[in-house]
């Protein structure tokens, strides 16, 4: 079914989050939508999906127009939505998920399980899923969970089907298993809409790309555009996508971690003694697919997790077995890997989020009391530092976007008196300029004559920041190379073998 | 562009200034500063709630996030279906309903002098009398209405400093009780002390046993993750039925040569004494409840412990990788809460009922409380208004009963209503077309449902 946006509008207030955007998408073509986070690609997706009514402009299906009250009409439409947050209802089965909203119904009001599970067996078998129709949601991984929307929304017959950010909570894996699934779905004849802001995804499958920025299309390019030339349309001005950094100078203050075991509450070994040591001065990147360890290994260095065994040694001082306040006062800096359950209180202001874990004494706590004045300009010589975007001190955390949110953790722990800083997935769900300034800033505090220890579970990040990049696997390490092995070998570790060589940059 | 605005407000979340920003924003002339802020919108719509895993943590901020406007509002229903109650149960009215088209008037008349007087009495009863004969006489009802409100404001405190925490302290009823034993046994059964000394040992012996009763629910709560609910609930029916065995055996706490489960009368020194002179009810426990509100407003908004406090209420988890100790945290707030709730135990024998007391010491006040609690926002200065307005019903539930004949249970009913009506914030908006905090109950075509715009 061919796919046509003409001339939609949407306005919230004075602001034009859509304008006159016209976009085709062709039955047998994956259309990619690129953009960064703000741009209008998800109010432009609401639109189509019926959840928002457009101001101006109109939808055609096979050139007929649409006028839909509600998702509910989008799909009788034929348009399929993957989100990026699964709608998905988590202690119910496979099966049930999928018939969801379109019950059908034996006599008597009874629930057709069995035709739901052949619908799910039909499918899973045609593109290859391996998805059980009585498996409950909450417990199968989420590529799997994914796997799962996208079975609904071709249960409904979808003939297009829009992927909102598929791939930000995706391992590498699960992201190239996403993108054979898209290419096969195309192949079948459906109009695919893939919205992303990551530069690599959108070569590696778009038939045709086109950027919004600011809610207009600004232009569109060919898959064979290079990173840069979309990276500064998407962005509007030059981006530097390599990070720029000269050669480490390493200090004799040391991490040192030896025959680290991190055991789960289920008795499980999640890292399996896992020894290395990085210098003052240089950035060690624990590459390797999500899940293997390297979450539980950052959680160790702070002190976070309960059944742990060997030995954290930072400038020759003992962490292991000592509490997480204590660790912090010892000058560990920590970025968690989800800023939103570990890093801040999202319902807490920012200069509170400032000083969360600086409340133990001066400057901000005094004989008990908050010092509410040092704390506010703290805050604010913060914010310009650190150039979050906000409208003032006082906004509550939880209203920004990703990238502000992160360089909220990044100011809090940046700024006290670090010997050691460790830094899970820094760039996670931000955007790029934000990333562009976290990566300066991590190279900057690298240059102070620190440690630094980096969780990043993309290679092009991992490659990018590191002086020496671990690889993990099943919680053990397969290796410590420089940051110039080439991909293949690296891409070979993930995988959990070997290089021959190994060892010798460690 | 560090993205303050000067006229930013110093405190409290510039809630409503959101969308006049954005209005007052030119796209074209600050693309990047719009684009955010269509973010914030699309954030505020969307509603982040961290993903805690608490169910019940997001409905006790959904409860207590109301504001005062919908408390307000929750009032005037629940006063409006007050009045429709108290008009279907009026005997006049029933009279006069059968002719009510042949004599519209005689009905319409009857409701008014049933509500108008339902009401003249409550406020009669509550704040001034006008028919009584000296300003002293008239001013009698404002000085129970605060007796009333003066362990209301104070257990309110606990439960309200608890909530904040994240913890439910449904526990007032058996932190009272403890208190009340502690308080009153003191009270009645150590001789010699002089004045202020005994009255003062009695109050710190009641706040500590209150304190210690809540604490082993936080106790429970950090060392085996056994919810506070349950614990607190259960530790009700122990603290009432161990206060029941004490009054009922000679020699503990039963008044000598009586057969009733009921305490001796406490001694004069231990006493709370009047705040107006004797004619009135009203004792030193108001003062201590005012000064409890002063210092939950400190603890909560100044101190570092407070901080901790909320923080580990609103996200334990990014307290704990904050260097919070999150289980000595959860002890430390049970503590502090039963000590405020205590302290409404020792005011209840110190200074209300002082001719001794039996196992209903507490007067429903531990539940109570949690209304109170809720009224208020869970902030010490709305606790303070919602104990005095329910303080004042208790006062003027009586003159109600008393004047107009209207059942006490009217008045509770108007009570729950309020309750029910705090509890569904969302009602209260529609009802009187406040602005939804998240959007989503908006009509979809005047406002965008959800705006999943970027990565959260």
């Known amino acids: 079914m061919r796919l046509e946006l003409r001339g939609i509008t949407k306005r919230f207030g004075a602001l034009v989050a859509n304008d006159h955007i016209d976009l085709v998408v062709e039955p047998g073509e994956i259309h990619c939508l690129l953009g960064e986070n703000g741009a209008g690609k998800s109010t432009l997706m609401n639109v189509l999906y019926g959840l928002y009514t457009a101001d101006e402009g109109e939808i055609l299906l096979d050139d007929a127009v649409q006028d839909f009250e509600g998702p509910g009409d989008a799909m009788a439409a034929g348009i399929g939505m993957v989100h990026q947050h699964f709608m998905l209802v988590p202690v119910f089965t496979v099966a049930e998920n999928v018939m969801l909203g379109n019950e059908s119904t034996r006599s008597g009001g009874v629930l057709d399980l069995d035709d739901a599970r052949a619908k ?93 920025r600011h809610g207009k299309i600004v232009g569109e390019a060919s898959p064979g555009a290079t990173d840069a030339q979309l990276a500064s349309l998407m962005v509007g001005r030059a981006v530097e996508l390599t990070v720029r950094k000269g050669e480490p100078r390493l200090r004799e203050n040391a991490l040192e971690v030896a025959d680290l075991e991190v055991v789960g509450p289920d008795g499980q070994v999640l890292v399996d003694r896992v020894s290395f040591s990085v210098r003052g001065g240089e950035v060690l990147v624990v590459a390797g697919v999500q899940g293997n360890g390297q979450t539980e290994l950052t959680e160790a260095l702070l002190g976070l997790q309960d059944q742990v065994r060997g030995s954290v040694r930072l400038d020759g001082a003992e962490l292991v077995g000592r509490s997480v306040r204590q660790i912090l006062q ?77 360089k909220v953790v990044l100011a809090r722990e940046l700024s006290r008196d670090l010997r050691l ?86 | ?195 202020p000394w005994h009255m003062l040992l009695c109050l710190v012996a009641g706040v500590a046993a ?48 009586s057969a009733n489960p009921k305490t001796p009368p406490m001694q004069d020194s231990a006493v709370l004494p009047p705040l107006l002179g004797d004619q009135y009810n009203l004792h030193w426990g108001f003062v201590l409840s005012l000064v409890a509100v002063v210092y939950v407003w400190w603890l909560l908004n100044r101190s570092s412990t407070g901080f901790t406090f909320r923080a580990v209420g609103e996200n334990p988890k990014a307290a704990r990788v904050a260097g919070i100790d999150v289980s000595r945290t959860t002890v430390l707030v049970m503590l502090v809460a039963g000590g405020l709730v205590g302290l409404a135990g020792a005011q209840q024998v110190l200074g209300t009922v002082t001719t001794g007391f039996s196992a209903d010491i507490d007067a429903g006040i531990g539940f109570d409380a949690i209304t109170v609690a809720l009224l208020g926002g869970s902030s010490p200065w709305g606790v303070l208004g919602a104990g005095i307005l329910f303080g004042g019903f208790k006062a003027g539930g009586s003159a ?57």
Do not use: C
Not at chain 2, 65 to 91: C, N, R
Not at chain 2, 438 to 456: I, L, S
């Open chain 2, 1 to 195: 562009m560090s993205g303050e605005t000067p006229g930013a407000r110093p405190d409290g979340p510039p809630d409503n200034t959101l969308d006049e920003a954005l209005e007052s924003v030119d796209p074209q002339a600050e693309p990047g500063l719009a684009e955010e802020l269509q973010q914030e919108v699309a954030r505020e719509q969307v509603a982040v709630v961290p993903d805690t895993g608490a169910r019940w943590r997001d409905a006790l901020r959904r409860a207590t996030s109301g504001g005062w406007v919908v408390a307000l509002g929750a009032i005037v229903l629940a006063v409006v279906a007050g009045s429709i109650l108290i008009v279907v149960t009026d005997e006049d009215v029933q009279a006069a309903a059968p002719y009510f088209f042949a004599r519209p008037g005689d009905t319409l008349a009857a409701v008014g002098q049933a509500v108008g007087g339902a009401y003249s009495a409550l406020f009669q009863g509550a704040v001034y009398n006008f028919g009584a004969d000296s300003f002293a006489a008239g001013i009698r009802p404002l000085t129970q209405t605060l007796t009333n409100a003066t362990p209301l404001i104070a257990a309110g405190l606990g439960v309200a400093l608890a909530f904040r925490a994240g913890l439910f302290n449904i526990g007032g009823q058996g932190q009272m009780l403890m208190a009340a034993t502690a308080a009153g046994w003191i009270g009645f059964g150590v001789t010699g002390l002089p004045f």
């Open chain 2, 400 to 456: 109600m009963q008393a004047a107009e004949g209207i059942p006490i249970e009217i008045v509770l009913v108007v009570q729950s209503l309020i309750v029910l009506f705090i509890a569904a914030p969302p009602l209260v908006r529609a009802i009187f077309r406040l602005p939804q905090p998240d959007g989503r109950r908006r009509p979809r075509r005047a406002k965008p449902t959800t705006v999943t715009e970027g990565q959260v």
């Open chain 1, 330 to 406: 010892a000058g560990v800096g920590f970025v968690p890997e989800d800023r939103n359950t570990d890093g801040l209180v999202g319902e807490f202001t920012i200069s509170e989020n400032l000083v969360l874990d600086r409340i133990d004494g001066p400057p901000f706590v005094r004989r008990g009391n908050l010092q509410l004045a040092a704390r506010d300009r703290f805050a604010r010589e913060k914010v310009a530092e650190f150039d979050v975007r906000t409208q003032g001190i006082e906004t509550r955390v939880g209203r920004l976007s990703g990238g502000n949110q992160q």
């Open chain 1, 120 to 212: 799910v067996n039909e499918i899973s078998a045609r593109f290859g899923f391996h998805v059980d129709p009585d498996a409950v949601v909450e417990d199968l991984p989420v590529g799997v969970q994914q796997r799962v929307e996208i079975i609904k929304a071709l249960s409904r017959d979808a003939d297009v089907i829009v992927f909102d950010e598929p791939t930000a909570v995706l391992t590498p894996q699960e992201t190239d298993e996403l993108m054979g699934i898209m290419r096969q779905l195309r192949d079948e004849g459906a109009a695919i809409v893939f919205i992303t802001h990551k530069l690599r995804e959108v070569r590696e499958v778009a038939d045709r790309i086109t950027v919004v």
């Open chain 1, 421 to 506: 800083f460790v830094a899970a997935q820094p760039t996670r769900g931000v955007d790029v300029g934000s990333i562009e300034f976290i990566h300066k800033r991590i190279v900057e505090t690298r240059d102070t004559g620190i440690p630094v220890v980096v969780v990043s579970t993309e290679l092009d990040e991992a490659v990018a920041l590191a002086d020496r990049i671990m690889v993990m696997y099943r919680g053990r390490v397969v290796g410590i190379v420089p940051a110039t092995t080439p991909r293949d070998t690296l891409g070979l570790m993930m995988a959990g073998i070997a290089p021959e060589n190994e060892g010798d940059a460690a």
């Open chain 2, 210 to 257: 209150g304190a210690l009763w809540a604490g082993i629910a936080g106790l429970l709560k950090a060392r085996t993750g056994a919810h506070e609910v349950i614990v607190t609930i259960m530790l009700n029916y122990v603290a009432f039925y161990l206060l029941s065995y004490f009054l009922a055996t000679p020699g503990l706490m039963q008044a000598p040569g």
